[in-house]
């Protein structure tokens, strides 16, 4: 009596397949957070460009009041990028473009602040540092963006981009 002892190859085919979709799943959990850290930067960019551009649309009064006295000052329809941080480093001077040391990111809805153990950084593409991004009325974008531009999100393993087209349309590449 002649037995054959093994696999038949429904099974090998099987255990090869169960092995690559562990394989697929498994093997990124080891790559570290740097991946996800600038995807998820990048999302919260788009977020804050595109809240901006909203009230760029809204607030199409060039000046604020501030509750009910005479105090007029103009809304910053823009966001700041120096290096590893954006927003609006001075809601009451529109014009400031440095991010003095008393800025806190956590009063500027629109600001973001890298921690210092992630190695991400920001830059609109063709612009000097610190670059500033501004929407007009109709959601163009203006200042080192007039006519559409590429703000890269930097991390230590790639590269992000995020377009925004001559009209103003905010996306990611």
């Known amino acids: 009596m002649n037995l054959q002892r093994g696999f038949t190859l429904i099974e090998l085919v099987t255990?090869?397949?169960?092995?690559?979709?562990?394989a697929v799943n498994v093997l990124p959990k080891f790559g570290g957070t740097a991946s996800y850290e600038a995807h998820?930067?990048?999302a919260q960019l788009i977020s804050a460009l595109r809240l901006t551009q909203q009230r760029a649309m809204q607030q199409t009064?060039?000046?604020?009041?501030?509750?009910?006295?005479?105090?007029?000052r103009p809304y910053c329809h823009h966001i700041v990028f120096d290096d590893r941080k954006y927003g609006v480093p001075d809601r009451l001077n529109c014009n400031e473009r440095t991010f003095?040391?008393?800025?806190?990111?956590?009063?500027?809805i629109t600001g973001h602040e890298v921690d210092s153990r992630y190695e991400i950084s920001f830059a609109v593409q063709g612009a000097a540092k610190p670059a500033?991004?501004?929407?007009?009325?109709m959601g163009r974008p203006l200042g080192d963006c007039d006519g559409g531009c590429t703000i890269e999100v930097t991390s230590a393993v790639e590269t992000l981009e995020i377009i925004i087209e001559a009209e103003g349309y905010i996306h990611a590449n």
Request: proline share 0%.
């Open 15 to 22: 255990v090869i397949i169960l092995i690559g979709i562990l």
């Open 132 to 137: 500033l991004v501004s929407f007009d009325w």
């Open 100 to 108: 003095n040391s008393g800025w806190d990111k956590d009063k500027d």
């Open 40 to 42: 998820t930067h990048r």
């Open 61 to 72: 009064d060039l000046t604020a009041v501030d509750k009910g006295t005479v105090n007029e």
